[in-house]
């Protein structure tokens, strides 16, 4: 049986393309003001959603059970900044990009790499070990890049 995941992956090579695409949104965002924050956010979809060189079923249950992992949070975090709004008069919660798209983008990206730099020894199966192995610097790099573009969106967003 084919292995799926809860939403269809474009093939590997969308990851570095929307690395660079992120890269010159927050160059660009730096540069000049929020307009290339969607741009930024474009990149960051396309990394979330390109398969991994070699897609196997170790790596299709993590991304599957961070993306209920994120799904979860995003819902909490959104249900508790709503729920804060109706019950203090004086918190008045401002809808940004940043929260409806960045946050959850960037988390999920996040938290997936770090499950896989972690998870080497959760499954016998030598394909995810020998991955892991074999891509630890570029998991490392894509977690770097991702971190960075957090810190700078929200310096952008909020500062």
Not at 9 to 15: C, E, G, Q
Request: hydrophobic content about 55%.
């Amino acid at each position: 049986m084919k292995p799926t995941t809860y939403f269809p992956l474009y093939p590997s090579v969308f990851k570095y393309i929307g690395g660079l695409i992120s890269l010159a949104g927050v160059i660009l965002l730096v540069i000049s003001n929020r307009e290339f924050e969607l741009l930024v956010y474009l990149g960051l979809l396309l990394i979330a959603f390109s398969r991994e060189k070699s897609e196997d079923q170790p790596i299709i249950n993590a991304r599957n059970d961070v993306f209920k992992t994120v799904l979860g949070i995003y819902l909490s975090v959104m249900l508790a900044l709503n729920l804060v709004e109706i019950l203090s008069p004086s918190f008045v919660f401002i809808p940004e990009p940043l929260v409806y798209i960045g946050f959850p983008l960037m988390l999920y990206l996040i938290v997936f790499y770090l499950s896989l730099l972690f998870k080497v020894n959760l499954d016998s199966s030598v394909s995810i070990g020998e991955n892991i192995q074999n891509h630890r610097g570029l998991y490392l790099i894509w977690l770097l890049v991702v971190v960075i573009v957090a810190v700078v969106l929200i310096a952008v967003v909020f500062f």
